[in-house]
């Protein structure tokens, strides 16, 4: 196993970083209140102790805690505290006596954040996400107060970003320091478009693993929309991550999410390359196209082809694939009553040559997730798959499984190709539990499997 991904799974479930700097600024003399949060600049998976002393006891102490994103978007949160007789608080083990959150949850003033200035955009990026600021204040009913920030990056210190534009394949780069060997991952974004490069990218190559994160449309040189994108562009890919990772390691794996973890599925089940897959709020069921085609293709529309031909999607020949109802979940349910449509769609899943992880919410808004995970877990069970493969599911959680710890109170946004809002789905408590776990199930998953490979 390589040591680095080791250590970083061990920070990421202890919370403690080895360089931690506890952030401690008093506003009076050394007796007076103050706030402790640590560590002061680490990635946005690790999560944060926060703790007050020096109030009065008993008093009422609120917590704020603001920041702005590189795209000029304003959140805050804030929750109200007893002092314990000590003068006192844990906010790790502490339920809040009101505010933005309820129960205890160490990092509920993080994920119970809501946006009180900007609009949330999903548009595709091409730049590297820069760290943020979060300040903090505690502030008593007497007047006592104490201030504190931390940094958050999704970018560990000695990672490299690197942009690729090179035999017709788009895509950055982000690679762990030192020499490696490091396995490789490949990120597939979804119906956005444009570079993956928002959540899970940049975090992996901060946990040791050298990461592609591969646009396959909405950028220049790519189709306009998720329309016809031939399947051959991601064994290029493949090749291309192979060359620069060979001979001293031998493991790429493919993690997407939504229409990315569908292909996901798909890619690893055309290619052996591919030795694990991780898919998030994926189907196991080739869905149709989405957006404008190409000027002047006037083949069949689907999302992906095959030398040339469309894939089969469930929608084609599907007899209650026109019976349009208003919820998008449901007019998926009803295709999905077409058995016949449904198995000509599925993905061969079952010729994958490598552990898979599937990850769904119930709570789903933009389709069933979790019914089109199970028919590729069905799939994979039925054939005896030699791998292990899984399917987790988290019941308060939507289609917005990201890796922790960024606010999850807007489930809204609109949709950069469609220009229409859609609703992610789940509560933003049961979204957080559900990004913790699944993070920390892909890490151990994707260590394993590459302790695996040779």
Not at 95 to 107: D, L, Q
């Amino acid at each position: 196993m390589n040591p680095r991904i080791a250590l970083s799974r061990r920070n990421f479930v202890s919370g403690a970083a080895a360089s931690a700097v506890i952030a401690t600024r008093r506003i009076s003399a050394a007796a007076g209140p103050t706030i402790r949060v640590q560590p002061d600049n680490d990635l946005q998976d690790i999560p944060l102790s926060i703790r007050l002393s020096g109030f009065a006891p008993g008093q009422p102490v609120t917590v704020t805690a603001e920041m702005v994103t590189r795209e000029h978007l304003r959140w805050r949160s804030a929750a109200t505290f007893v002092a314990g007789a000590d003068g006192e608080v844990d906010v790790g083990t502490t339920a809040p006596v009101g505010g933005s959150y309820s129960g205890v949850s160490p990092m509920g003033l993080i994920w119970s954040m809501e946006r009180i200035a900007g609009r949330e955009s999903d548009a595709p990026t091409t730049s590297i996400r820069l760290p943020v600021t979060v300040a903090f204040r505690a502030e008593a009913e007497n007047g006592e107060r104490a201030d504190a920030s931390v940094v958050r990056a999704t970018v560990g210190p000695g990672v490299t970003f690197k942009l690729l534009e090179e035999d017709g394949l788009r895509g950055a780069w982000y690679l762990p320091p030192g020499d490696g060997p490091h396995p490789a991952v490949i990120v597939l974004g979804g119906s956005n478009g444009g570079l993956p490069v928002r959540f899970a990218a940049p975090l992996l190559a901060s946990h040791g693993y050298a990461t592609l994160a591969l646009a396959y449309f909405g950028l220049p040189g790519l189709p306009r929309g998720l329309v016809n994108i031939p399947l051959e562009y991601f064994g290029k890919a493949i090749a291309h991550v192979r060359a620069a990772i060979a001979p001293r390691n031998d493991f790429v794996a493919v993690h997407g999410t939504s229409r990315g973890g569908e292909l996901a599925l798909l890619v690893a089940s055309l290619y052996a390359d591919i030795r694990a897959v991780v898919a998030v709020v994926p189907s196991g069921v080739v869905v149709g196209a989405l957006g404008l085609s190409e000027p002047g293709d006037r083949r069949p529309r689907g999302a992906w082809t095959l030398e040339g031909k469309p894939v089969p999607d469930m929608g084609q020949n599907n007899r209650y694939a026109n019976s349009w109802v208003a919820d998008p979940v449901q007019r998926f349910l009803n295709a999905m009553r077409d058995r016949d449509a449904v198995e000509r769609a599925t993905i061969a899943v079952e010729r994958i040559r490598g552990p898979v992880l599937m990850v769904s919410g119930r709570d789903d808004h933009i389709w069933p997730s979790f019914e089109l995970a199970e028919i590729a877990r069905r799939r994979l069970g039925g054939h005896n798959h030699p791998w292990p493969f899984e399917h987790i599911s988290y019941p308060d959680a939507g289609h917005g499984t990201v890796p922790p710890y960024a606010p999850t109170t807007a489930a809204t946004i609109v949709h950069p190709v469609t220009g229409r809002a859609i609703t992610f789905g789940g509560t933003p408590k049961g979204q957080i539990e559900a990004n913790v776990a699944y993070w920390r199930r892909t890490l151990d998953f994707l260590a394993e499997a590459a302790a695996h490979v040779r």
